[in-house]
């Protein structure tokens, strides 16, 4: 039996932005897919369209097809749609490898992409995640190609340009496992703290949320949300997922699921974070079982039959508590 509402239409009656990563190639193809995605989400945000290696095949050539696709299907579904991300050290292109750049010749190279990319999406995407984890695990600033030429002032520079092309779009640094108050988000306070004081337009944080043994204490992440919102900063959380070791999963592991998701909401409706983003649609489309094979496969909120899972329904019934 059809459900009367869905999670989108809890979602949209809460004003709250809930969102889903999509691919181009099911967005295409899938109509399993497009269902579900319509049936959770009034967000969307690229996988992996919009990233730097996807949409520069060769050197001097953009390839927008498959970002367009996600553009295109976010408006006619009346979908923001995050955009995610101008700056990484990953998924770079390939022929990167064999560009025997100066300094001045990367910097150049990053502003005309920034330039580009931002303003082909300016009015459409309403949230760039402009620079994604730039910060190592213990804290200092990562080694990457834009770190190793540029400097710290890649960072700056970024946002910046970003907001030359994109004034209305708000500009994210985004980054994981700086969900919770620890030594990694306090760095990214401080940098982000720094960017501020040097009148950097810096508009908001992202936390990634991959969460592979459990969430982190909601009381630590609500507080680590709080010091960002001091600072003036928007908080989104970004590209959540829920696993736990498979050698050691709770019984009923979609049960303990299904909470952990409504602990994270619960956080995002007690200190002012507006959106938050899974990191795919159906558990299948997850790209967890590739990455960490150590942990349970089945991180989200639809599963691969395109049945809404329990922690679905722990986020609607949350979503239509919310007055
Ligand atoms: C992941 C995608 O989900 C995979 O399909 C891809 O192979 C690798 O990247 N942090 C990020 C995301 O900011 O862009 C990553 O996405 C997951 C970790």
Request: proline share 5%; hydrophobic share 40%; glycine share 6%.
């Given at each position: 039996?059809?459900?009367d509402?869905?999670?989108?239409?809890?979602?949209?009656?809460?004003?709250?932005?809930?969102?889903?990563?999509?691919?181009?190639?099911?967005?295409?193809?899938?109509?399993?897919?497009?269902?579900?995605?319509?049936?959770?989400?009034n967000?969307?945000?690229?996988?992996?369209?919009?990233?730097?290696?996807?949409?520069?095949?060769?050197?001097?050539?953009?390839?927008?097809?498959?970002?367009?696709?996600?553009?295109?299907?976010?408006?006619?579904?009346?979908?923001?749609?995050?955009?995610?991300?101008?700056?990484?050290?990953?998924?770079?292109?390939?022929?990167?490898?064999?560009?025997?750049?100066?300094?001045?010749?990367?910097?150049?190279?990053?502003?005309?992409?920034?330039?580009?990319?931002?303003?082909?999406?300016?009015?459409?995407?309403?949230?760039?995640?402009?620079?994604?984890?730039?910060?190592?695990?213990?804290?200092?600033?990562?080694?990457?190609?834009?770190?190793?030429?540029?400097?710290?002032?890649?960072?700056?520079?970024?946002?910046?340009?970003?907001?030359?092309?994109?004034?209305?779009?708000?500009?994210?640094?985004?980054?994981?496992?700086?969900?919770?108050?620890?030594?990694k988000?306090?760095?990214?306070?401080?940098?982000?703290?720094?960017?501020?004081?040097?009148?950097?337009?810096?508009?908001?944080?992202?936390?990634?949320m991959?969460?592979?043994?459990?969430?982190?204490?909601?009381?630590?992440?609500?507080e680590?949300?709080?010091?960002?919102?001091?600072?003036?900063?928007?908080?989104?959380?970004?590209?959540?997922?829920?696993?736990?070791?498979?050698?050691?999963?709770?019984e009923?592991?979609?049960?303990?699921?299904?909470?952990?998701?409504?602990?994270?909401?619960?956080?995002?409706?007690?200190?002012?974070?507006?959106?938050?983003?899974?990191?795919?649609?159906?558990?299948?489309?997850?790209?967890?079982?590739?990455?960490?094979?150590?942990?349970?496969?089945?991180?989200?909120?639809?599963?691969?039959?395109?049945?809404?899972?329990?922690?679905?329904?722990?986020?609607?019934?949350?979503?239509?508590?919310?007055?």
């Amino acid at each position: 039996m059809p459900e009367d509402t869905t999670l989108r239409d809890a979602a949209d009656a809460a004003d709250f932005r809930l969102g889903a990563a999509v691919a181009a190639d099911p967005l295409r193809t899938d109509a399993g897919y497009w269902t579900s995605l319509r049936r959770g989400f009034n967000t969307v945000t690229a996988e992996n369209a919009m990233k730097m290696g996807p949409m520069r095949p060769e050197p001097g050539v953009y390839d927008f097809t498959d970002a367009d696709a996600v553009a295109n299907f976010a408006e006619e579904h009346d979908m923001a749609l995050r955009g995610h991300t101008l700056v990484w050290h990953n998924q770079l292109p390939d022929w990167f490898q064999e560009w025997d750049y100066t300094d001045d010749q990367l910097a150049a190279f990053l502003r005309d992409h920034v330039h580009t990319v931002a303003g082909r999406y300016r009015g459409t995407v309403e949230a760039w995640d402009v620079v994604n984890e730039a910060v190592a695990d213990d804290g200092t600033m990562r080694d990457s190609v834009w770190y190793d030429a540029l400097g710290d002032r890649y960072l700056d520079d970024a946002f910046r340009w970003a907001n030359d092309v994109a004034p209305d779009a708000d500009l994210f640094y985004n980054d994981y496992g700086a969900d919770a108050v620890n030594e990694k988000s306090d760095a990214i306070y401080e940098l982000l703290e720094g960017m501020l004081d040097r009148g950097v337009p810096v508009d908001g944080v992202g936390l990634q949320m991959h969460a592979l043994d459990g969430v982190p204490d909601p009381e630590s992440v609500a507080e680590n949300v709080r010091r960002f919102s001091d600072l003036g900063l928007d908080v989104h959380v970004t590209e959540m997922d829920v696993a736990y070791p498979e050698a050691d999963a709770p019984e009923n592991h979609r049960e303990r699921q299904a909470e952990d998701y409504r602990d994270i909401l619960d956080v995002c409706l007690a200190e002012g974070v507006d959106t938050l983003v899974v990191w795919g649609v159906r558990d299948s489309d997850s790209w967890i079982p590739e990455w960490f094979p150590h942990v349970t496969e089945d991180p989200l909120l639809f599963d691969a039959s395109n049945d809404p899972k329990p922690a679905y329904h722990a986020l609607k019934e949350r979503l239509e508590d919310t007055d």
